[in-house]
């Protein structure tokens, strides 16, 4: 399992983790409208999944501001941004920050992402900062674990293995 700190504490993951080759584990999660979103939604496309403790968060706002800024530019790759806030949190943050091109979801109601991905926080019932990307035919070939969960993720390594999935 990944080694990961939350203000330099160690803290405990939930799931098992997910590597590069792995087939990305299926999952169901909210959307702002309360319905429920599932890894099939995004069948065919290439999917890049930013993970995020809690959205209103100044690191958390900054990766979620940076791959929305980016999302236009990658052709046949959706972006979703996760988190355990609720899902109307989420919405509100997005109005509020102009963000139009990621699909926020809310893991909050049963955890399902977070233990799939081996991100979720046991101790405190976040997520941890990661980031994935998952191909066409829904094969992880990028995983990051953000060692420390403050920190910000590897922007640029995770953008391009987005833009070289298939």
């Known amino acids: 399992m990944a080694n990961v700190t939350f203000k ?3 803290v405990t993951l939930v799931g098992e983790e997910v590597k590069k080759g792995d087939k990305a584990p299926n999952f169901t999660v909210l959307a702002n409208d309360l319905s429920e979103v599932s890894l099939e ?3 065919g496309s290439v999917k890049l999944i930013s993970v995020v403790p809690s959205i209103d968060t100044g690191v958390c706002d900054a990766q979620t501001r940076r791959f929305n800024g980016e999302a236009d530019k990658l052709d046949n790759v959706k972006v979703l941004t ?3 806030d609720l899902p109307f949190a989420q919405k509100r943050w997005c109005g509020a920050n102009g963000i139009e091109n990621v ?3 809310s893991d909050h109601r049963d955890a399902y992402f977070g233990e799939a991905f081996g991100v979720l926080i046991k ?6 900062r990661s980031v994935f990307v998952v191909n066409s035919n829904d094969e992880v070939v990028y995983a990051e674990y953000v060692p420390e969960a403050t920190d910000h993720p590897d922007y640029e ?3 391009e293995a987005a ?3 298939e």
Not at 123 to 128: A, F, I, N
């Open 8 to 10: 330099n504490n160690p």
């Open 41 to 43: 939604d995004y069948k």
């Open 157 to 159: 390594a995770a953008l």
């Open 82 to 84: 996760i988190s355990m």
């Open 103 to 105: 699909d926020t979801l």
């Open 123 to 128: 101790e405190m019932r976040l997520l941890t």
């Open 163 to 165: 833009k070289q999935a």
